[in-house]
Structure formats: structure tokens, C-alpha cells
């Protein structure tokens, strides 16, 4: 369906990069996990794969001009963290 103009799907992030506060890249969003607490951001890494839940205290900002989600990346969130 049509949505408002700042609303948008999910799927529409996938392909977009995935970087930290501090600008450094952690992966590509490659997918979206269906999940009944929140559903969540799979993100690829060469062979390292990070899954991140979809909530505030983790995602930061939406940049579609750059193609770009910037999370906030706390110890233990990634899987070689």
C-alpha cells in the first residue's frame, strides 16, 4: 500500500549499510527476522553474521540519501564483540 511520506517499510533497508556511532561499518542488512518480541536486523559480515533487535535503544538513525541505519553498539551485541 501507498505510505505517508517519512513512513516506510522494513524490507526497504535491506542492501542499506550498517555502521556504528562512531561511522564505522559493521555489515550490511541482508534481511529481516520476524520475532513476537521485535523483529530484527540481520546483518552480514564477511563470514560473521550479527543479528540486532529493531528497537530504539539499539537503532539510531534511518539515513536513506546515504543508504546507511547507524546503531548503537553496546558490549556483547555483536558476535565478535
Known sequence: PQLADEDFYLVDLIGFVAIDEKGEKIGEIVDIMENPANDIFIIKDGDNEHLIPIVD?????FDFENKRVTFNVIEGLLNNQ
Open 57 to 61: 535503544e539499539f537503532v539510531r538513525l
